[in-house]
């Protein structure tokens, strides 16, 4: 059978020593970072994105952020629970219950039924992700301009519907983004566009000083201004492992939210979050004590958990297929790659099978990595807890000057951070979120060629997009995402929904 | 007329400029037609968007007539608490139903800024980025994070030292020992 060839040759690449050591390094690193507190997964993937530049084959550097962005979601989890401060949305559900779990001296339980439900819930996810993706890609190679065009479309506009905020200005951060994309040459005619002379800039702006500075500089500034109460649990991490009652109740919620997650992470734009939400929501509903939420219920910690694991492994399957990033984390993986070379799409997995492969396997080995790991570090990760802030963010500084530095050698990329670093505080400061932008950012060019393409093959008749089925649904499905999106009572369920603290 | 809320106007006005721009530098190249775009075609479309963008949205600060809370993060929240998903899960649920209050994203998120960190951020990077090529890996990475320690107030000087010679070896430690990046340590000035 394919599937099993695919696998078996995934598993002779990702089993080699040196990348399983990658793997593990990156699950640690992620882990570390991500337990940081105030620091999300995607902050940590963005700062921990040059250590990967010198490596000579892609399938290292990619298989070490994988490991890097699973572990800093379950160090993200470590916070929520502990500190009551989650390092993303996704986290923020984990929080509710968690961190009521650790004040009854119950973190130790909350912290491995975490790790349990994600470790099921991504065995699973990347079982769905390697049946998926090669169908997928195969169709996908059928698109033509036009189709590829409307894809983009409709994974920018899927990223506000899913996302939190004002729709208006995430919009404009979109265009913002797409825009700021456009710095550099033009690919059609190396007409250099917005250089201002700079010769610095024919190249574009670099993807690391934009990922950094929006999700690294911005966060810090940030953080600085409104200094957090933590209120550190005193407890001590005791008992890890959950009681047959407490293994019995996560079982349900478990199962359940993989089947959610798995759906929901191939959306674009921000499944994981919504597969968290939604796992609560069915959990409290179906729970035989209800009462028991928000007060420590374990399924309110293994369900979302699970969830947000399971669509953490599928989002990979737009990225992979269609080389379209469903998240902030997936766009940094989708820069990494054309910074190793690679722009992924629908023929990366013919041309390069060893790399998707290689990663696919990967997923499963981070995640038994991941438990293998956390359980016994638990008390390690507690400590990074008490790193205090004052050492923390200059730390993080040096590290995002050095790192974006080290890209070519080119001090103009660390100016670059600054300008957008502070820039992009303000913008977030004024309630926008800093994702769309990353988003529109990398996947504006992209939007340009085919746009600009799918025109002249159909001789400028633009009717080419609404002609095409495959780009006539996609788009369909944007403009009614949109209309979702600012239907006013969607909008105000929305708005509750993601009451996250971004 | 008082805004709803200043956060809205400023992130309006800063789209409303940025598309200004962008429109303006579009028309520097060549524009093309729909059939053969040329290189100024989508950034003047695009600007233009924005700029479009950006007035609706200090408009809408001025005559939103929607209840909704709109601008994004909650502010200290916390966890947050999504009410419909957690029916009753307490306090700032509720608040947040409200029209904006004091639990709402701060409606003028520009009024209080503190100036000292965004100033010591940006000055520890931008010394960074003008010396590193001159100082070397080492005292540019002393010299960003002694600025950015000036961040906060209050912290002894002392300590500042001490957290940035241990984070500067830090630094040589994961860059230059374990991932073997080829940087200078001493820079041009300094004949490295």
Known sequence: MDLLDNLALGFSEALAWHNVLFCLLGVVLGTAVGALPGIGPTASIALLLPLT?????????????????????????????????????????????????????????????????????????????????????????????????????????????????????????????????????????????????????????????????????????????????????????????????DRRRMIGPVLR??????????????????????????????????????????????????????????????????????????????????????????????????????????????????????????????????????????????????????????????????????????????????????LGFVLGPLLEEHLRRALILSKGDPSVFLTRPVSAVLLGLAALALVVTVLPVIRRKRDRVFTEEG | MRPRSTGDVVAGLIFLALGVAFAVGSLGYELGELLDMGPGYLPLVLGLALAALGLACVVKAYVAPDPVPDAGPAGPGGQGAPSVVVPGDGAPAGARDAVPSDDAPDPRPLAGLEWRPVLAIAAAIVFFALTIDGLGLILATFGAVLLSSLARGGVPWLRVVITSVALTALCWVVFVLALQLRLSLFGDWLGG
């Open chain 1, 53 to 245: 530049f010198g490596f000579d084959d892609p399938v290292s550097a990619i298989i070490m952020l994988a490991g890097i962005y699973y572990g800093a979601q379950y160090g993200g989890s470590t916070t929520a629970i502990l500190l009551n401060i989650p390092g993303e949305s996704s986290s923020a559900v984990t929080a509710i219950d968690g961190h009521p779990m650790a004040r009854q001296g119950r973190a130790g339980v909350a912290l491995a039924a975490a790790a349990l439900g994600s470790f099921f819930a991504g065995c699973v996810g990347t079982l769905v992700l390697a049946a998926a993706a090669a169908p997928l890609a195969r169709a996908a190679l059928t698109f033509g301009s036009a189709d590829m065009f409307s894809i983009v479309v409709l994974g920018l506009v899927a990223s506000i519907a899913l996302a939190s905020g004002s729709t208006l200005k995430a919009l404009a951060m979109i265009v913002l983004g797409i825009l700021l994309g456009m710095i550099g040459q033009d690919t059609f005619t190396a007409v250099p566009r917005f250089t201002f002379g700079l010769r610095e800039l024919w190249d574009g702006l670099s993807f690391v000083s934009v990922a950094v500075a929006i999700f690294g500089i911005a966060e810090i500034l940030r953080n600085l201004h409104d200094p957090r109460t933590r209120t550190r649990v005193a407890a001590e991490v005791t008992t890890l492992w959950p009681t047959r009652a």
């Open chain 1, 257 to 438: 939210a993989t089947g959610l997650g798995s759906v929901l992470g191939v959306l674009p734009g921000g499944g994981h979050v919504l597969a968290a939400y939604g796992s609560y929501a069915v959990e409290k509903r179906v729970s035989r004590h209800p009462e028991e939420f928000g007060h420590g219920a374990i399924e309110g910690v293994a369900g979302p958990e699970a969830a947000n694991n399971a669509a953490a492994q599928t989002s990979f399957v737009p990225l992979l297929a269609l080389g379209l990033p469903a998240h902030p984390v997936m766009a940094l993986l989708l820069g990494a790659l054309i910074i190793q070379g690679i722009q992924p799409g629908p023929g990366v997995m013919q041309a390069q099978p060893e790399l998707v492969w290689g990663l696919i396997a990967s997923m499963w080995i981070g995640n038994v990595l991941l438990v293998v790991l956390n359980l016994p570090l638990i008390r390690v990760w507690v400590r990074l807890l008490d790193v205090p802030y004052s050492i923390l963010f200059p730390a993080i500084i040096a590290f995002a000057c050095i790192g974006t530095y080290a890209i070519d050698q080119n001090p103009f990329h660390v100016l670059v951070m600054a300008v957008l670093g502070v820039g992009g505080f303000v913008l977030v400061r004024c309630g926008c979120e800093p994702a769309p932008l990353l």
